[in-house]
């Protein structure tokens, strides 16, 4: 049996859970957040988890994050410093300058590994296979409803409620991109850890009153030739600025720690 820290009971938590419950192999035992009056909830669908402040590392086998960039560092790193794997959906925490050289290093002091999601976007597999044979250029576009923006830069730029055409809201570095929008653009850090790093992939985003939808959109050309990925994704109906792809990605991710097979 795997037992496994969630750090984070929000949307993508709370989702996680339900999944879970068809993966008899592995086991939510501690929820961990900062938020004391979430124990009766996580009691109410974990009632053989603890609802914790810390991970307690010596009793669990595997950490799961998905709680947003502060849990990488206040979590994540002190359990890979002490040996114990951890699964991170907070890709763009990754856009803050010396945090994945932090998590490498911490993981290796730990002897152990830290695993990044694919979370909403798919060809993830493909871009880090190209990026060893030779990648020239990548770029995303993130295309999704006016109100998934809300509450972020993207009101400074544009009227979101009165939103009649498409309009851009963010051009430039997948690191810029993670850092103005950490809640919507986790796909622009994957992306480009995935290919050709933070700072040479470039990013676009667009509220879009004419979708539904999130839609992603990656482009890559390289030494392997080049491709097109178009996905749309729809969103947590908790949270419309997640997409319910993120949920069963980190499933995915846990159900091949404990599959005889996995793919």
Known sequence: ????????????????????????????????????????????????????????????????????????????????????????????????????????????????????????????????????GGLAQVRYTGRKPPQAWRDTPAEQVADLAGLAQPQVIFEGTAREAARQYPRNANVAATVALAGLGLDATQVRLVADPGVRDNIHTVEAEGAFGSFELSMRNLPLASNPKTSAQTVYSLARAIHNRVASVAI
């Open 1 to 132: 049996m795997l037992r496994i820290a969630l750090i984070g009971f929000g949307a993508i938590g709370s989702a996680l859970v339900e999944l879970l419950e068809q993966e008899p192999a592995a086991r939510i035992t501690v929820v961990v957040t900062p938020d004391n009056t979430l124990d009766e909830r996580v009691a109410a669908v974990l009632p053989q988890a603890q609802a914790m402040r810390q991970v307690p590392l010596a009793d669990v086998d595997l950490v799961v994050e998905a709680a947003g960039h502060g849990a990488v560092v206040q979590h994540v790193l002190p359990a890979l410093r002490a040996g114990v794997p951890c699964i991170v959906a907070s890709m763009g925490a990754m856009a803050e300058p010396g945090m994945v050289e932090q998590i490498e290093q911490a993981a290796e002091a730990g002897g152990t590994q830290a695993e990044f999601v694919a979370g909403a976007i798919g060809a993830i597999d493909v871009l880090a296979a190209a990026r060893l």
